[in-house]
């Protein structure tokens, strides 16, 4: 008799063929995938009591998810970005079930109806120049692993790097020659070349030199065991160098520095710099530029003063003066 497929053999199905063979989907979004599952399975084990090796589709419904969700954000203190992203990982999983699986339609169906939550616009959170020269100054070469964390925020911001395409270089991915480069390998494991400006370069240059890399494969930044550097690892560096910096920029005290933020502030200095949006879409390896249109939306210096030249020509000319004996209101009163 034919064993019946559910939901164990339909998860590994997609996690060990369909991501990786036919979507090509890189390794650290699979693993994304398969983290999210953990999560989702866990919560089913110690909150409904379904143990993970007896969850099958017919578990799967409206109330669960959303139980699930509501979880994410009250218990364990996840954002409703974060939320929303847990649900999109069950949904993607739901389109695929209902097209290879379409005796699970009706559950699918129940699945992707349910909404995303709709979370405020924050501000986007970025460096100003002066913020950025105070934070790079902290590090000191003469420091153990000084000259690497001075490469890694160098590097961090002037190729508008993710945090995970910075783990992933390699030694080989550098050309410090002229034009110098770095190549990053991004989402899908696509690759793109970009320009870092000679100050970079030069930086990375003596790095190496310190370094002095076997083959061209080896990681670029590595921990103590010779390992390439986590996530965490990154940010500790950056955390470490910020609060340093807060003894000259009080202001930096009261804000959270991420890797992304380095990345944010870099895309917003080429906005500001009237960089072309399509150049900087391709630097940040963007799919879409209306994913890059909107540093320039939050640009309030260029609204500022893009505002201000086209109101020029258009608005009365100020003529009252604190010399003048014109009463203020009169000078309202007929300014239009």
Known sequence: MKKSIDFPEILSEYLTKYLPLRQGASVNTIKSYRDGFKIFLRYCRDTTGIRTENFRMKHFTRKLVNDYLLWLEESEGCGIS????????IQAFMKFIAVEYPEFLDVCTVIL??????????AMDYLHIDELKVIFAQPSAKAKDGLRDIAILALLYDSGAR???LIDICAGDIRVLKPATVTLTGKGDKTRIVPIVEDTARILKNYLSSQDPKTPQEPLFTNLGGHKLSRSGIEYIISKYVDMAVADV?????RKITPHTFRHSKAMHLVQAGVNIIYIRDILGHVSVQTTERYAKADSKAKREALEAASRNILPKSKYRKSQKQDLIDWLEHIV
């Open 163 to 165: 945090v995970q395409e």
């Open 113 to 122: 109806t349910i909404k995303a939550k709709s979370a405020p616009e924050r």
């Open 82 to 89: 974060t939320a929303n992203h847990r649900l999109s990982t």
């Open 250 to 254: 009080k202001a930096l005290a009261h």
